[in-house]
């Protein structure tokens, strides 16, 4: 995995689960646009739509030299599961106050690029806190030692 694009506040808005791993339908020249680090998952989630699991929200920017055809930045795009997954999912999505937050975006050895998700609780404000200072004192005990 040489291209990785991070959410990096998903740990700490989310109490993260299950780790899944789905390929992404992408449409034109999004996937030059993905290998030039032109993207971003910090504001995305996962949600079912008519039975399929698509990821909204997530940002790819237009590739300069894509010709005349414009896909938007924003638009949602169909994530790549096996059907044992997708009724996973579902079931775990009914509880509520579950989600599915994505982690992680990169390519594979094979090219194709993939998203790793998470299903995910939302955290309170006194649990943020806690783990803010969780890592104070991690951060604290390392400068010690």
């Given at each position: 995995m040489a291209l990785q694009i991070k959410n990096k506040k998903a740990s700490f808005t989310y109490f993260l689960e299950d780790e899944f791993t789905a390929g992404i339908q992408l449409n034109g020249?999004?996937?030059?646009?993905i290998r030039a680090s032109k993207a971003s998952i910090g504001e995305s989630y996962c949600r079912f739509d008519k039975g399929e699991l698509y990821v909204f929200?997530?940002?790819i920017s237009e590739y300069p030299n894509a010709g005349y055809i414009i896909?938007?930045?924003?638009?949602?795009?169909?994530?790549?599961?096996q059907k044992k997954e997708i009724k996973k999912l579902d079931?775990?999505?009914?509880?509520v106050g579950i989600t599915l937050?994505?982690?992680l975006l990169f390519i594979s050895k094979s090219g194709y690029a993939k998203l790793k998700f998470r299903i995910a609780k939302?955290?309170?404000?006194?649990?943020?806190?806690a783990t803010l200072k969780e890592k104070d004192i991690a951060?604290?005990?390392d400068r010690l030692s």
């Open positions: 020249s999004e996937i030059k646009s929200n997530m940002y896909q938007s930045p924003r638009r949602p795009r169909k994530l790549l599961l079931k775990k999505l009914k509880n937050v994505p982690t939302g955290k309170k404000m006194h649990d943020k806190r951060r604290d005990l």
